[in-house]
């Protein structure tokens, strides 16, 4: 976890697409839903960003819900939330020993599925969410003016320290095998703007088409009265409900690996070499880790990339 600096530390891994159904855009009407401002950011600042033990552990994707927590109490009328760093720990060792069994206290990051499974089920602190889903790109900015912000996981570029210290916006680069997870808590026509070792941070939409790999939603818990009609909180729920029985974060169990493996398509090899073109080695083998678990992994097709995120109003 400390490829690139000792000063900050990475931590988000891929999630391999065991949550099919649950996307943004099966449970929001977009034709009843208001159409995504022109520039936004979230309701409430907090009076500041703690660093939530990330410059020590690869905990960033449990920093990025606390940053959101800090944002969705301040919404709800409450006063500013800030979660201890022994929680933040006790959360991200917990999860981890789960994703990584008989290896306590592993620092190896999460997966953001994850995350977001043990928020709904055991929360963090006194806060949990409802629900969560994730986000096609080019929903991100409507997402995040409904349930005030989105998360996501990006795979680092090769100055994304050097930037942050330098105060420069993250622009497209040199690909490492680091992931990182920030929450994003404001946009314009230029930028997304994002929350990370205790600072705000830009970042173009070309770095964000190039590097972003998920973007996910999640529904607070204080929210349940502010869900917006034209999204289907109910039919979310009973989706979770179906999908989720399990008390641990990871599915369980897996699918059984397919006996003998099928062999390759045109199109499934198309896709392996654009991901590694894209991503890199490590990464792509990263990925595919699901593939070998048995987990049928959503790779993004070739075709289609860069993602599709583009600044309010498609410019």
């Known amino acids: 976890m400390n490829e690139q600096s000792t000063e900050f530390k990475f931590g988000f891994k891929p999630s391999p697409n065991v949550f099919t159904t649950l996307h943004f855009e099966t449970y929001a009407n977009v034709s009843v839903l208001p159409a995504p401002a022109d520039k936004w950011r979230i309701s409430h600042t907090p009076t500041a960003w703690p660093m939530y033990k990330n410059d020590q552990y ?26 201890t760093d022994e929680l933040i720990m006790a959360m991200y060792w917990a999860i981890g020993n789960l994703e990584h069994p008989n290896q306590p ?17 055991m929360g963090l602190g006194s806060k949990k969410i409802l629900a969560f889903v994730k986000v096609k790109p080019e929903n991100v900015q409507l997402a995040a003016g409904l349930f005030d912000g989105v998360g996501l996981g990006f ?74 009609s034209g999204f289907d909180i109910e039919a979310l729920w009973a989706d979770l409900g179906q999908i989720d029985t399990s008390d641990s974060p990871t599915p369980d169990p897996l699918p059984p ?15 392996l070499a654009a991901l590694i073109q894209r991503n890199g080695l490590n990464w792509a083998l990263a990925v595919l880790l699901g593939s070998v678990k048995g987990v049928q992994v959503d790779f993004t097709k070739a075709p289609s990339w860069p993602l599709a995120i583009q600044p309010p109003g498609g410019n």
Request: some cysteine; glycine content about 6%.
């Open 58 to 83: 690869g905990c960033c994707t449990v920093a990025m819900i606390a940053h959101l927590l800090q944002a969705w109490a301040l919404d709800t009328g409450q006063s500013d939330y800030v979660v």
């Open 105 to 121: 206290n592993t620092d190896q990051g999460l997966m953001l599925i994850d995350v977001y499974r043990w928020m709904r089920k």
């Open 155 to 228: 795979q680092c570029q090769q100055n994304v320290i050097a930037d942050f210290n330098a105060g420069r916006p993250w622009t497209p680069g040199t690909m490492t095998s680091e992931g990182h997870a920030v929450p994003i808590i404001e946009y314009d026509s230029q930028y997304l703007n994002m929350v990370t070792w205790a600072k705000e941070q830009k970042g173009t939409y070309p770095w964000a088409q190039r590097n972003v790999f998920e973007y996910w939603a999640a529904i607070p818990e204080d929210f349940q009265q502010k869900v917006p």
């Open 257 to 271: 690996m397919p006996t003998p493996p099928p062999n390759p398509t045109p199109d499934d090899l198309a896709t």
